[in-house]
């Protein structure tokens, strides 16, 4: 038994025990889905009664006994197998809100010098009220050398020079509040920039209290402590010659990781945090917020599952040992006393991980993002590919259906680090607008708060990018770099980064035409979509059923006893039978002339009834 007075997996438990701890089904289910297997063959049959010791040997090598081993750990240190508590779904205004994503350097523009900026979003508060968005959430706008757009912050305290002035900020947060409408801030603390005074002071001095924030190591510069990649190439150890250290950076070379073991640097990340809410500021996005513990020692990564997953050592530090004290501490510290909201970013993080971090009652975070529909299973975003809308609709049902009552979804199409969601499924202009409404239809009516980004209400698409000179964004840069020293040649590396760039989300806003256009008739959509939800708070807290999930279509229900909503969508180019709904009236749909029998090419239709 393990403290929490659950049986302890073993080598020797069943591969069906292991599936059916939170933690292990959350694993094996991402595993089993890279390498496109089915779960039948693992809860039953033949390979759910194998011991878990006999994996390292099927596997021909595969899964070594190291990861075996880091396996096993996760599961036992879980806190518990217990389900969250499933009550009554709570009323919270973050439940009821349409949020929007602003990236501010390329939102808008206000003093013409090329770079967006804070004014620039004071000019269009009254377009998005307009929208009918409730929350904007600001991606950083912190002084910041920019080596990841802001991303590797300086100074948590002072604004971007580019973008303005803290009067400027505090004219903003006003103008936000004063139209009804909330902000939360990007709050950026597995990191900061190298240029930061606290890593600054640590390199320097040994002896720096500083030196504790961060994750040095002594060493004489031939081997990295461990074999752990960077999310932007390479591996995430920098040495600094003069003082004979290593320092770890997930990220890029200027973003160094902090040291969440360190009391004194969380009680100055606190502080931070409480220096923006007493500001007024509305609540946080946490960025890649699941990263901040490591597994003691920092171990080397697994081979495979480095191969598997794209980057060494991710299982040492994508729920790590300590993540659910940390939230708690900043819960209690920092955001219960302002009210604050929060949204974790959470890559890799699974639906019953997330049930953990989000089970209202555990008082850890409100939400997290999940990230596991942005590809379909077995492709990376790097790949050229038709992304598959029955595997989006499996997923929104299965979160739907298994998330629980005491947890809540955050669900998006686009960030600024991924290429358009359109343009991953049809590439045909002539379809844009049907597949666009027909995505924000189910959006608007799933249960969960919908995050729209900068753009997608006007029908953005990627951008037609011509050479590498264009892209700014420093994963694609370093990748470009690394499948070079792979033997691509320059044209097969640029047709690679070209399906992945963040460069794609990252272009200005066309307020006026260029090479990209706003479609008006999306953006009508996209307001009518949002009213409709506002209007019938069914669509929000109203329970959910999957009435047809045959392939091509996703047909669902949001019901009480006495109203229910029908979803009904075309995932398909052609036509299909449309839902007949005797008695129902028609309150959308994406086409202006719907025919009673046939859904047209990503039709989709909200009836009431
Ligand atoms: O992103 C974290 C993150 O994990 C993604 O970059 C992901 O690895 C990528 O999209 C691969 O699909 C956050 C921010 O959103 C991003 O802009 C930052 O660069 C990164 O953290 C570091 O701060
Ligand atoms: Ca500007």
Redesign the pocket.
Known sequence: MNMWGRKMITRNSKIKEAFNTPVGHDVISKILLQANIKDKYVKGGIIGNLKLKTLAKLSGGKVSEGFLNTFIDLLNRDDSNEAPKDGEISHKWWKEAVFYQIYPRSFNDANGDGIGDLRGIIEKLDYIKDLGVDAIWLSPIYDSPND??G??IRDYRKIMTEFGTMEDFDELLKGIHDRGMRLIMDL?V??TSDEHPWFQEALKNPDSPYRKYYLFREGDGTTPPNNWKS?FSGSAWNYYDEQKVWALHL?SKK?MDLNWECEEMRKDVIDMIKFWLSKGVDGFRM??INYISKDEGLPDGDKAIGELMGFTGVEHYFYGPKLHDYFKEIRKEAFDPFEAFSVG?T?GIGLNMARKVTGEERKELDMVFS?DH?ETPGHT?FEDYKYDLDYLKKYLDNWTVNYGNNCWQAFFYN????PRMISKIDTDPRRRFYLGSMLAVLQFTVKGTPFVFQGDEMGLTNYPFKSMDQITD??AKNYYKELLDMGKTPEEAFKIIISGT?EHTRMMLPWKPGVQVIDPTMTEAYKELIRIRKENPLLVYGDYELLMGDKGRYTYARFDKDTSYVIDCNLTTGEIPALDVPDGRLMYSNYEEPYAEVLKAYEGRIWVV
């Open positions: 990841d757009n991303y590797d950026v597995n990191h999310f990220f973003q960025d890649v970013e890559p990230f942005l975003k960030n600024h680090d991924n420093v994963e963040r």
